[in-house]
């Protein structure tokens, strides 16, 4: 799942988006309002994590903006900010849960969790993946073909989500770096590939029916 990160403190920022990743999430993070509300709008993150500080654009407008613009992704307000009064403004202006500074990493991902399963209460597909036998669970970060666990690298599941989202569509080498890896695509790199062979060991080898197949010169695909 992608999450926004918006946190003029760059050791913070930067704290946040190293913890949120290894917590196998995606990560976009930035530090100034306008360029939040520049990548919010493009609608492709499941929650958002917001300081009320910003330079150049403070919190609480820039969520009421999105929400005026039709931004629904729950949003978790960080802040100094500590009063009652503070907390209840922030809910108010469209956060739908807020911490205050300091915080702990545990809390920031439960509270995090917590959004993400009540956004879709009633649409559990939207934190599962499904591909024939191969089921994602997007909250707890499995994976299971066939009903047994595959044992996933954290980059192997975002892979694998990022397969199982446009399944029966080729996706390109430079598609797959740019979204799994946040990089351009480059020529002299074969981390696609080499991650691929891994992914398809785990995912295929025990099954007569591969889903995971090359297309020579062009890309991958998974589909049934």
């Known amino acids: 799942m992608r ?3 918006v946190e003029d403190d760059h050791t913070i920022r930067d704290f946040l988006t190293r913890a949120l990743t ?8 930035c530090g100034q309002g306008s360029q939040a509300e520049s990548l919010a709008l493009e609608g492709v993150h ?4 917001i300081d009320l500080t910003l330079p150049d654009l403070d919190g609480l407008d820039l969520i009421h ?22 907390r209840v403004l922030g809910l108010d202006r469209g956060g739908d849960d807020y911490l205050t500074k ?23 597909e939207a934190t599962r993946l499904r591909v024939a036998d191969l089921e994602l669970d997007l909250i707890r970060r ?27 569509r080729v996706v ?10 946040k990089m351009r695509f480059d020529t002299s790199t074969n981390i ?27 890309g991958y695909v998974l589909k049934d």
């Open 3 to 5: 999450l926004l990160v």
């Open 22 to 29: 290894e917590a196998g999430f995606q990560v976009d993070a």
């Open 46 to 49: 499941d929650a958002m994590v």
């Open 65 to 86: 903006r999105l929400r005026a613009q039709g931004v629904g992704a729950p949003v978790l307000i960080l802040s100094a900010r500590r009063s009652v009064d503070e």
């Open 102 to 124: 300091p915080f702990a990493v545990a809390e920031v991902l439960a509270r995090l969790r917590a959004l993400l399963r009540r956004s879709t209460p009633n649409q559990p």
């Open 142 to 168: 499995e994976a299971r073909r066939g009903g047994a666990e595959l044992q996933l690298t954290q980059q192997e599941f975002a892979l694998l989500e990022y397969l199982c989202r446009n399944a029966g």
């Open 172 to 181: 390109t080498r430079s598609m797959v770096l740019d979204h799994v890896w």
């Open 192 to 218: 696609v590939d080499v991650h691929i062979h891994r992914l398809r060991n785990k995912v295929d080898r025990d099954s007569d029916k591969p889903l995971i197949r090359t297309m020579r010169g062009v």
